[in-house]
């Protein structure tokens, strides 16, 4: 196994339970403690169990808290290493941040036409991927529970927020690792939240 093969498993991890162990949750030691705050957010890693279980997330997580990878961002050097070129950052989140706004206008089609109407939003382009978090946020809980049942809060905020960071990090021209940017790629999880298979079927071919 090369080491980029044995990194592979910790980097997953990393970027599906950062949303769990945050603040106080990111000084947790005790193995049964972790177990317990996994399986409480079993829906921030659900794309993890297709190829770990439990078991393995739970050991892996237990060695970055132990190593005080969730307390800093700083702390994460070992995990990514590297940068990409600018040039190709750019361009990586700018396919992401179109795909998505897609995404939300499709769905605004669909489930909030007098949303849209009322914003005269006649195109894709009319919204920006910000504002469209916040009109999801503000109005999924008014839909039906065919629509609103898979938007756990705790996942949707975490999107809303890494919306945020992609915009940010493009406007202010950010050079970030490639594991802030692969953390920036879990907005991708809107899609399916969203259930827009087309849109979904556009992130695994990025």
């Not at 409480?40 to 297709?50: G, I, P």
């Amino acid at each position: 196994m090369t080491k980029a093969q044995a990194q592979a498993p910790r980097r997953s991890v990393y970027l599906h339970c950062s949303s769990i162990f945050t603040e106080a949750n990111a000084h947790v030691r005790k193995t049964k403690n972790v177990r317990k705050l996994l399986k409480k957010n079993k829906h921030s890693f659900r794309a993890l169990t297709s190829e770990y279980n439990l078991e393995t997330i739970c050991n892996v997580a237990k060695e970055l808290l132990d190593a005080g990878i969730f307390e800093s961002t700083s702390n994460t050097p070992t995990l990514y290493p590297l940068s990409l070129p600018y040039k190709t950052q750019h361009r990586l989140l700018t396919i992401i941040q179109s795909i998505l706004e897609e995404c939300c206008f499709n769905f605004g089609r669909l489930w909030l036409p007098e949303v849209l109407k009322t914003r005269s939003c006649e195109c894709v382009e009319s919204i920006e991927l910000t504002r469209w978090t916040r009109i999801l946020v503000r109005y999924c809980k008014h839909l039906p529970l065919l629509v609103a049942a898979e938007i756990p809060d705790v996942s949707f905020r975490d999107v809303h927020f890494k919306t945020h960071q992609i915009r940010h990090t493009a406007v202010h021209r950010r050079v970030v690792s490639v594991g802030e940017v692969e953390k920036m790629i879990g907005a991708a999880s809107l899609t399916t939240v969203l259930k827009d298979a087309l849109r979904t079927r556009k992130f695994r071919l990025i």
